[in-house]
């Protein structure tokens, strides 16, 4: 599929905040420091869709984007920044759970974790999390242009054990500098969301 057209719709932070038109979701979720705005804005051809903060941490309400008309982009408050307090880091698990917890128009999630680096506790956490709650889950390694083919190897081994993946979850990597693979990632993101591809 092509994304021609993707606009910010809302931020929210509590159930009642949130778009109620009934359009399908899915969300981007991972590690503030992990580049999910650079991402997003690289598979909508964007360059300032989401913001990119220099201050990781920074976001803290959950971000709607409507693609192409049709289905909502959900970007989640990134988590585990070190320098922001307990009651903080609750209360972002607190607005990300909530969303989870029975949204009806969420199809999928992809929890995006840094090739460089094994995934931590949090990431091990939000995966088991996203499992539970029954979403389909697309783990997908940023960075990867800082790699080498042979570390990349390394990566995905030491992610796919560590995060303990099956055979049937969908993993692959993506560079946002050089977008290599992009219309290829949309199309395993986004077309069974899309009502052009039904």
């Known amino acids: 599929m092509k994304i021609k057209t993707s606009e910010f719709i809302t931020s929210a932070v509590r159930r009642d905040q949130y778009p109620d038109e009934g359009r399908l979701e899915v969300a981007f979720v991972g590690r503030s420091n992990v580049g999910k705005s650079s991402i997003i804005n690289a598979l909508t051809n964007r360059r300032h869709l989401a913001k990119v903060s220099q201050t990781p941490g920074k976001t803290r309400l959950i971000n709607f984007f409507l693609i192409n008309n049709d289905f909502h982009l959900v970007d989640l408050p990134g988590y585990g920044y070190a320098k922001v307090s307990k009651k903080e880091k609750a209360s972002w698990g607190t607005t990300i759970s909530n969303y989870l917890t029975g949204r009806r128009e969420l199809k999928k999630v992809v929890l995006l974790v840094d090739c460089r680096h094994k995934p931590t506790n949090d990431d ?64 395993l993101i986004f077309t069974d969301v899309s009502s052009e591809e039904w």
């Not at 992610?159 to 560079?175: A, D, H, M, Q």
């Open 124 to 187: 091990i956490t939000m995966h088991e999390w996203i499992k539970h709650y029954g979403y389909e889950v697309i783990v997908i390694a940023t960075k990867s242009d800082k790699l080498s083919n042979n570390d990349l190897r390394k990566s995905e081994k030491l992610i796919k054990e560590t995060l303990k993946l099956t055979p049937n979850e969908t993993f692959t990597f993506f560079s946002s500098l050089n977008k290599k693979g992009r219309d290829e990632l949309i199309d």
